[in-house]
């Protein structure tokens, strides 16, 4: 009988799981190349610290596995969330040294940035998976209320693909149908897999984010349950974990795609339908994050909508659910604010403090009247006489004189989409610390771990070595 | 027989405690009888038991109309009921016939057979329903009378702090070996249950804490507001905790507000004190009943939510709790001051409702909202003996404490041997966190703490921030100092705001404390 392409195993603890599994699947070593080097991809997401999103746990039971195999050279790699400098990330949350304790190698990249015009490289992570004989992904599995859910896939093409061509959109697409974003999206994730699919994925079941928010601090929660999820098809491993999981197979783009685009052949789905996990094992289906933005907010911050792609959404939700959870005492401070994405939104309750997310937004609703706010000033025209006695008179009107000022209480923060730092930074700007203290407090502590925008290649670290 | 004075242990304390005699088991009396127990001994040496009655009706479903049967050397031995029968209040302690449970064997009969066959008695014969049957220990029920028998007799004599805390861990140790159990159950023992078996004991942990802490040598009185008057005790601090002594009331509070400060100046007069520290007790014990019913694990929400209980009490000076001398912190003038040099200082202002989520929040950023902490608690340096340091886990799940437990003073003893000292943090810090890794498998942090920075942090901080002006600016921001030094706080791995933190100096902590925990309009 042939091994199956995917092992679920649940029960006992990781290192049995793990070891479960990997027999299911005929053994560790069948699924690499003896005698070849071996590269470990894991995500690494920041703000969410570890263990929430990053298993270490499954990284010490992987790299020991490797280690009992003797291959030359063990490398792990990790590429940081919203553009934190990823030696700092790696330091802040230990993981460094910690695969160095291991006995491996840590490589992270300092600076994302596309490569110099003629070369193809365009991520500087890309020609060490590709070229590397053995590519272990280990990914972090979390829900997206937009983008549906990240898991083996996404993670794929974190590291495999320009992270450009995943975070920017495109207004052209936008005025036509934002919903071809998503689906280009996709598209992307689905088209990274055929450049490097990674040998072995393994999915820890106790480290997944679920729940309303992108984030853990954006009130998202960590859903733990003790199972493992192994095999070399990440399309086969994200539709049995949603299924896992308690998605439907259309719950999101990304699974309508698998399931009905034909991208899983008949024999890996003949092996999911042999190793249907044990329900009992599995604690109740997580809560899934809605959609609706003004869930939380007081009723004077407002949400104007136009079309609005994915994208724009996505950073939407975490900027709302960040001032929830966040900025709660921000938002007792602030008398109002009118949040406009997507293209030709409708007008707000009211003209102040409207803050224009991204370029969209911005370019569309330039002949807005709220750019300009109308001042009427009524000019006094000397002085009243005395009206005659029976004749009375209406006093005189002045002479009304219009003019328009620029509305200084717009908050213009462009990007398509703007990131959700960039977004922040523009509300602290306008509103100032004193009246955003918590916002301008962890903008504060997470100064020092942002990175410089550069054109300059990438460097690779190669761990924080002892000063 | 020593079990029936034991049995009717409630009503001899009470009458000793009238007639100011000592109280002696052994010579108290050989048979039960059945009187009247409705005592309420006016006068000082009240304090205590109307303080115990007032706590004991609001958690244990009061004093009358309950069976309570006494259990010795793990056998049935007795069984007193206290009803009221009659509609002008009077309480009835009568020694009931336990029948064929006499001296038999508690782990053999359950305890369900004993209260349901009480519970058809007492409705049988007093056509009374009892409202709750109490199963007590001996030992138990000695342990009280001896305190009281200690304390009862000289009004003068103060009772240490140590010696409640005794009792009350006494007590504690009984609900936890089964020794004390009441149907049905009160849902304070069962916190108290669930807090020593997944908190590892944390109340009478703190609170033996506090009676070893140095006080303040200058004697404070302590008001203790009821509904039906004050209880005044008087705290004299000692080198080893502090001794209570009840007090004769003096005038009642005032009804406004507005009078508290001179009636509180008054009774400092009175009572030839240097602080007179008043508060009311059903605030306190509200919140206390508030925490009581959170069931286990804790989330993150309550958590939340007791934090904002209990900080709203902080808050809520003048009303909730007052002082005199009032603190420096709530005067106008260095209020204004304080303001002006951009640092928002005010009681009243406290954001309580905002900062138990800050905490959490905190708490998320550094953890991950899920693993587990070793805590490495170092008491002060004394040639930097290794018996100076204990261990503790703190797990999380979901952004809430779960858990904490002691660790094996072994272990933590291992780990001294290997890291070979504790002066040098940051650089042996990362061997310590591998090594506790071995055993702890989900560790995400090591987390180092000094006795020193518990007293700087959390004792005179307290005090300083009570007692704030411009000028004490410095010496809070000097005792904020206390977090940068790596042998008193320190973190591996160092996350973003632990950074952040020891980055930053004690002035601008400062500003962030009163940014992020204070509001900032005078609404």
Redesign the interface.
Known sequence: MANPNIAFESGGNLPTNFARAMEKLGGFKTLLKVNQPAVVAISMPFPEPSPVTTSFALLEVTLKELKSLNLPKVQVCAVPDWGFEAKDVAQVLGIGDFVRQLGAEFISITRIAVSSAGSNVKYALFPLISNAPNYIALPTVRFDPFLGFIGASGVNLQFLRNARKWLSGNRGVCEKNPDELHEKFVDVILGSLSSRVPDLTIIDGSHILVGQGPLLLTGGQSYSDNFLLAGNNPLALDTYLAEILGFKKDATLLLQKITHGGFLDSEIQRNIGKISPNTSGISAIPPKANSNFTSHLPPRMTIGLGKTCVLCQRTLRFLTDFLCEIGEKDLTYLEEINFLAGIAPSLPPSFRNICLLGDCVINSTKKYEFHLIKQVKVTEKGKEKEPKKGKEKEPKKGKEKVSFKRNKTIIKIPGCPPSPLEVLRGLLRHFSGKNMPAISFWLQVWKGLQSKPSTALPKVWHGDEKK | MTGDIIGDYEKLIAQKWKEHLPLNVANAGTKSETGSSNISPPGIQSGFLTLTREVGAQFFGGSENYVCIITKDGKYYAAFSHLRKSSEGEIHSTREDIREFQDKDVKVILPDNIIVYFLKFIEKTYKVKPNFIRIIDAELIQGYVDFFSKYAGDSTQNVPLSSIVELFSRWMVAILAGKWTQYPEPPISIFLRNIASKYDNLFVKILASLTKKKFNQKPAAILIELPHGIIPFRFIPTRTGGKITPLEQGKARPTNWEDLPEFLHQERSRLKVGRVISFRLQDFLNVVKEVVITPFPITKTRWEAIGQRGLYLFKNYGETWATSPSPLAINTLLRFLLRFLGYNYNIWKF?YW?AP??IS?FL????????TILCLYRSRIKKAKVNNVQGFTIQI???AITRIEATDPQFVTSIYEKVKTFYSIPWKA?EA??LARQNY??L?NVLFLSEEFFEQLCGKLLGLFLSIHPLKLFSVSRSLKQLKDPRNFYM??????F??IR?IGGFKLLG?IS??FF???EF
């Open positions: 954001s905002y989520s800050a929040n998320v950023e550094a953890t991950g909202g899920a693993g799940e979901n952004a990362k966190f591998y498998p989900n995400t591996y791995p160092e996350t973003v705001e950074q952040y980055k962030w940014r992020l509001d900032r309009h």
